[in-house]
């Protein structure tokens, strides 16, 4: 029988509501899910890394659970880890553990839209599934992955989409990996994932959206005030307005790593476009393009390849792996 070891950080999974509070609040702890989980699915350790909403994370408790993560896959006995998570950030923490930390066990991210207070409350559900994905065969070599609603997600492509729904994450570019379907792990498509050995991550990278009309002021801010990198969310298949080139240029002519995601929420960043500010103008100005990444991963992966290079001209390398 596989042995997973049950990380648990807090999030929605772990709240229960509190009158005083005036709502839900992290009550639940591992020993908690450890006691109703049923016997037979894996030989099961608990351990209690935070009890945190996930939006009170910190890049420092993000690198700290990859750490850990890390460490308990080095145990040669356990077979995988299933971490108990937040959803307001958990495709950010599966990101990072899928990008940094390498070899085949599985590492599977689980979490609840619902409190263990309301009716309907899936987390039990979920964990379950987790468990299930973790102690897989079939799971090893995925990378880190994201299970609800009995979807098995890639943590490259999965994504938050709904601010309510239980089936909220979605994979959307590509689809999910596989189902739990009862007791049996079903996975109908493979992943490659890019691992990047990294020692930290750069924290001064900026995130920036476009919408219609704005200026570039942020930009100039960003790069005004020193920041190492900056991931731009741009419109379309990758295109800035014209009055956003110059400064662009002149970000990545003062040693500012600028990588081109999209504000879509699916496709990657490509088009043949040749006018200003669309693709070819921007890879002329020597930017970096995310490709299927949304803006928060690349903001992440750019936080890790900018820790990573041992000078500048190392970055597009370790970008494109």
């Not at 042995?3 to 999030?11: A, E, P």
């Not at 493979?190 to 750069?202: A, F, K, N, S, Y």
């Not at 919408?211 to 900056?230: P, Q």
């Amino acid at each position: 029988m596989s042995t997973i070891v049950i990380l648990t950080t807090g999030g929605t999974i772990a709240m229960k509501r509190d009158e005083a509070a005036g709502g839900a609040v992290p009550t639940l702890h591992g020993s908690d899910f450890l006691a109703v989980l049923p016997p037979g699915l894996a030989e099961l350790r608990v351990e209690e890394y935070c009890n945190l909403p996930s939006a009170h994370f910190t890049l420092d408790t993000l690198w700290g659970l990859r750490g850990r993560v890390a460490e308990l896959l080095d145990e040669p006995e356990v077979d995988g880890v299933v971490v108990t998570h937040g959803t307001d950030v958990m495709e950010e923490s599966a990101y990072l553990l899928d990008l940094t930390v390498p070899g085949e066990k599985p590492m599977v991210l689980t979490g609840a839209m619902r409190t263990a207070s309301e009716i309907g409350y899936e987390g039990l559900a979920n964990l379950i599934a987790a468990v299930r994905v973790a102690a897989s065969p079939q799971a090893r070599g995925l990378g880190a992955m994201v299970v609800m609603n009995d979807e098995i997600h890639a943590a490259r492509f999965v994504t938050k989409t709904h601010t309510q729904s239980v089936d909220t994450f979605q994979s959307l570019f590509f689809g999910p990996l596989g189902r739990v379907d009862g007791d049996e792990v079903v996975i109908g498509q493979r992943v490659t994932r890019q691992v990047i050995p990294g020692d930290g991550l750069e924290p001064n990278v900026a995130l920036i959206k476009l919408a219609v009309g704005v200026d570039d002021g942020f930009l100039r801010y960003a790069v005004e005030k020193g920041a190492k990198g900056v991931v731009i969310e741009a419109l379309g298949g990758g295109r800035v307005p014209p009055w956003w080139m110059p400064t662009i240029r002149q970000a990545v002519e003062a040693g500012v790593a600028v990588v081109i995601a999209s504000r879509c929420p699916s496709g990657r960043v490509r088009d043949g476009y040749g006018y200003e500010g669309a693709y070819h103008d921007l890879r002329r100005a020597g930017v970096l393009f995310a490709e299927g990444l949304n803006g928060q991963k690349a903001r992440l992966k750019l936080m890790v390849v900018l820790k990573a290079a041992k000078d500048r001209s190392a970055i597009p390398q370790l970008w494109v792996g």
